[in-house]
Nanobody
């Protein structure tokens, strides 16, 4: 089992910044990568960014490249998403994800989500 707890969402004006945090715990030894996804009202959940468990590889959706940065602090067991130059279209519930391959088939663990609202 892996537990993920997000925090840091809120209301911000367009052009502003927010930093999301995801604290992870549990059987983390078999996590391959962690990342962030988001779901806007009436839309499907979409990929935002991922980082490999070792921290060496990152991947971003085209819509957030150059504005968002994902990072990982092993000492604090936390993954961050720094979001700059926010746009109204970034408004969504943001979910932390951990891809766990300690079992077959692998499991996607999810946090409860944190709301991000960007006003124009």
């Amino acid at each position: 089992q892996v537990q993920l707890v997000e925090s840091g969402g809120g209301l911000v004006q367009a052009g502003g910044s927010l930093r999301l945090s995801c604290a992870y715990s549990g059987r983390t030894i078999s996590i391959v990568k962690v990342g962030w996804y988001r779901q806007a009202p009436g839309k499907e959940r979409e990929f935002v960014a991922t980082i490999s468990w070792g921290g060496g590889l990152t991947n971003y959706a085209d819509s957030v490249k150059g504005r968002f940065t994902i990072s990982k602090d092993n000492a604090k067991n936390t993954v961050y998403l720094q979001m700059n130059s926010l746009k109204p279209e970034d408004t969504a519930i943001y979910y932390c994800n951990a891809y766990y391959n300690g079992v077959y088939p692998p499991i996607d663990y999810w946090g409860q989500g944190t709301q991000v609202t960007v006003s124009s």
